[in-house]
């Protein structure tokens, strides 16, 4: 079992930065692919970003952030980070870790005109 939490919401305004933290703890944490996901109001859940297990060179995104999100894990694989630049008003959501079947609980970002 795995478990995950993420860290690093928070409020900023149109074209500004966050960096969101998403740790795994548990018998088999950090050996999978981890992912982000977003879900704003009224909307399905999205997917951002991943970073592979073992190559953790390997990085996919979705169309809306590419060129402006850098998803990236830390040696022990367990900490996984995604850098969110130029952020627009129309991404503010709750920002979900996922690894394996596993999600963590959600980090609130709220991005202002």
């Known amino acids: 079992q795995v478990q995950l939490v993420e860290s690093g919401g928070g409020s900023v305004q149109a074209g500004s930065s966050l960096t969101l933290t998403c740790t795994a703890s548990?018998?088999?944490?950090?050996?999978?692919?981890m992912a982000w996901y977003r879900q704003a109001p009224g909307k399905e859940r999205e997917f951002v970003a991943a970073?592979?297990?073992?190559?953790?060179?390997?990085?996919e995104y979705g169309d809306s952030v590419k060129g402006r999100f850098t998803i990236s894990r830390d040696k022990t694989g367990k900490t996984a980070y995604v850098q969110m630049n130029s952020l627009k008003p129309e991404e503010k959501a709750i920002y979900y870790c996922r690894e394996k079947t596993y999600w963590g609980q959600g980090t609130q970002g709220t991005v202002s005109e």
């Open positions: 548990g018998r088999t944490a950090g050996s999978y692919t």
């Open positions: 970073v592979q297990g073992r190559r953790r060179n390997v990085t």
